[in-house]
């Protein structure tokens, strides 16, 4: 098992669990099939006695999380038939999309950006549970606090990627530091928006 210095981040925890409660006692059809989460974050056994698992205080929220990430797939997977080549997740968290969906995601780069501590977590899960990094997804750690060309930029994180980022991006903001690191990249995207008279 991984090392417990290091754990993901609690709000992460919690959403791959509200996605995998989804799927136990929301009706069928479901909005979103995210079962690899849950290994991810290999709760324990009684995770559903948690106070915020309870099914009848939270179908508002849990509807809210996985009508979100399907609405983002979604679209995400629409632009990819439209030429966009990347998908990059600010604050990455548990998200599976890159093993959930490989047939939208093997056509894309996607790179998540997360804290260092929590990332490498991620990685050693995955390949843990098998399903290892395949080559189009790139694990950026970068930190929360955004300093525009400082080390925990985002954009400048990226940068030590090796792999460029190009105009045509899908870009996701749904962390719960997600208002630092939207000026990060609103700063990134403005710089890459042509300038109109």
Known sequence: MTDTAVQPDSTAVRTALWRALHLEVDAPPHVLDDRIGLQLAAPDPDWRRRPDMNEYATPGVRASIVARARFI???????????????????????????????????????????????AWKRQRLVELGFGIPEWLRMVPSTSKPRLGGMGCWPT???????????????????????????????????????WP
């Open 157 to 195: 994180a990226l940068t030590r990627t090796n792999r460029p980022l190009s105009r045509r991006s899908a870009y996701r903001c749904t962390s719960p530091g997600r208002r630092r690191w939207r000026r990060c990249a609103k700063a990134r995207l403005w710089r890459q928006v042509p300038r």
């Open 73 to 119: 797939e979604d679209l995400v997977t629409e632009q990819a038939d439209h030429g966009v080549g990347q998908y990059v997740l600010l604050g990455a968290g548990l998200d599976t999309f890159a093993q959930r969906r490989p047939e939208v995601a093997s056509r894309l780069t996607i790179f998540e950006v997360d804290q260092p501590g929590p990332q």
